[in-house]
């Protein structure tokens, strides 16, 4: 079986709560170009708003381990604590919901598709994963390589 690695923009206190192993669940809207998502995939999540000292911006790697889907946030918040979504510091699940959902779709996505959990592993290996993501971005192997902004 052939795996893939997926690009996803996030934030950086996103990324530095997967850096730190904290946060484990990236949660998504199960829209078209999600549903390729699977089991032993790499997401590349690349921080949108956080550069390194040469412009580049900061990423992190991951494994899927597993993906569960729900139809609502507050099944998604009763199976996850904050802390695991990367949203401690936020007060409340419904304010969670928004802040994580609600302020990147539109009602009518929410209404015609599921919300994905995708439980994940940090890849301490980075730099294999960057240099992989480049090799294969090169031969314009788009089996592998998808970009999910």
């Known amino acids: ?9 996030t934030d ?3 990324l530095l709560s997967t850096i730190a192993k904290e946060k484990i669940i990236e949660i998504r809207l ?22 390194d000292e ?3 911006e900061k990423m992190a790697s991951v494994f899927v381990e597993s993906i569960h889907l729900y139809y609502s946030a ?5 199976d996850y604590s904050l802390l695991e ?9 419904e304010s969670a919901f928004d802040r994580l959902i609600g302020s990147h779709y539109t009602q009518d996505e929410l209404k015609d598709y599921c919300l994905m959990a995708i439980r994940y592993t940090l890849d301490e290996d ?9 090799e294969e971005s090169k031969h314009g192997d788009m089996r592998t ?4 902004r």
């Open 30 to 51: 199960m829209d078209t170009k999600r549903k390729k998502i699977r089991p032993g995939d790499t997401i590349l999540f690349v921080a949108s708003d956080w550069y």
């Open 126 to 134: 980075l730099e294999g994963a960057i240099e992989r993501f480049e």
């Open 54 to 56: 040469e412009g580049n």
């Open 145 to 148: 390589i998808i970009d999910l």
């Open 1 to 9: 079986m052939d795996y893939m690695v997926f690009k996803m923009h």
């Open 12 to 14: 950086r206190n996103m």
């Open 85 to 93: 979504c990367g949203l401690e510091r936020i007060a409340s699940k």
């Open 74 to 78: 507050s099944d998604i918040f009763s």
